[in-house]
T-cell receptor
């Protein structure tokens, strides 16, 4: 079974703090993704990576950065947390193999981040 | 750009009955994949079913089936014999083939199963 884990289920931080959200997958997937989910807005892609040390901006990258030093780990960084970054953060991974549903994205359990 | 539309308000279904969750999509690309995910209150997104744009038959996975109507650009999820554990949020998503697996999600539909 695919397993994607995230470092925390719940996190409370203060405005201005630097925040690290960690994601680890054990399926040797090339692609990894960070989303945020807000009521009424659905899931929005923040950043993704299709290889080690590679990263690409998603739809809402402002205020975030990422790091992928190892294939299995993808970190989301909030350099200076703000209250509007209070949200549910979901990590996902997928295989790069093309064809059919082989590149289905599998998600972690999510991190509910509150910035006070 | 591709777009997914899920416009149903909260849906209710009686236990053991079937329910259809609507999804329409928009893309000019002929090659794409459609996905449905379930998100229970715990928050995890669970993959349910996949349909490829060139697949000849509608996808089925256990109690889940996808009513794929390509000309109408719709990909409705049908859940048969609803169970209380089916109460959750359901998301339709689309991926263009070869687009580094980037998914575009709809805003989701809340399903409540009544005993």
């Amino acid at each position: 079974d695919v397993k994607v884990t995230q470092s925390s289920r719940y996190l409370v931080k203060r405005t201005g703090e630097k925040v690290f959200l960690e994601c680890v997958q054990d399926m040797d997937h090339e692609n990894m993704f960070w989303y945020r989910q807000d009521p009424g807005l659905g899931l929005r892609l923040i950043y993704f990576s299709y290889d080690v040390k590679m990263k690409e901006k998603g739809d809402i990258p402002e205020g975030y950065s990422v790091s992928r030093e190892k294939k299995e780990r993808f970190s989301l960084i909030l350099e200076s947390a703000s209250t509007n970054q209070t949200s549910m953060y979901l990590c996902a991974s997928s295989s790069r193999r093309a064809g059919g549903q082989t590149d289905t994205q599998y998600f972690g359990p999510g991190t509910r981040l509150t910035v006070l | 750009a591709q777009k997914i539309t899920q416009t149903q308000p909260g849906m209710f279904v009686q236990e053991k009955e079937a329910v259809t969750l609507d999804c329409t999509y928009d893309t000019s690309d002929p090659s794409y994949g459609l996905f449905w995910y379930k998100q229970p209150s715990s928050g995890e997104m669970i993959f349910l079913i996949y349909q490829g744009s060139y697949d000849q038959q509608n996808a089925t996975e256990g109690r889940y089936s996808l009513n794929f109507q390509k000309a109408r650009k719709s990909a409705n999820l049908v859940i048969s014999a609803s169970q209380l554990g089916d109460s959750a949020m359901y998301f339709c998503a689309m991926r263009l083939t070869g687009a580094n697996s980037k998914l575009t999600f709809g805003k989701g539909i809340t399903l409540s199963v009544r005993p």
